[in-house]
């Protein structure tokens, strides 16, 4: 029984570090993809007037 629970236990944290770093992964692409997609500037540049 102790044996079981020593292998369960193993492998819930080994799914949890899997998750985290499946989560920290999905995140960056996200932050990635929306850094590609944003072509705009985020100011307004204002018009200089040359005299």
């Given at each position: 029984m102790?044996?079981?629970?020593?292998?369960?236990?193993?492998?819930?944290?080994?799914?949890?570090?899997?998750?985290?770093?499946?989560?920290?992964?999905?995140?960056?692409?996200?932050?990635?993809?929306?850094?590609?997609?944003?072509?705009?500037?985020?100011?307004?540049?204002?018009?200089?007037?040359?005299?």
């Open positions: 102790a044996q079981f629970l020593r292998t369960f236990i193993a492998v819930e944290r080994s799914l949890q570090l899997a998750a985290v770093i499946g989560i920290l992964l999905l995140l960056g692409f996200l932050g990635m993809s929306s850094l590609q997609g944003d072509r705009t500037p985020s100011m307004p540049e204002v018009p200089t007037q040359s005299s």
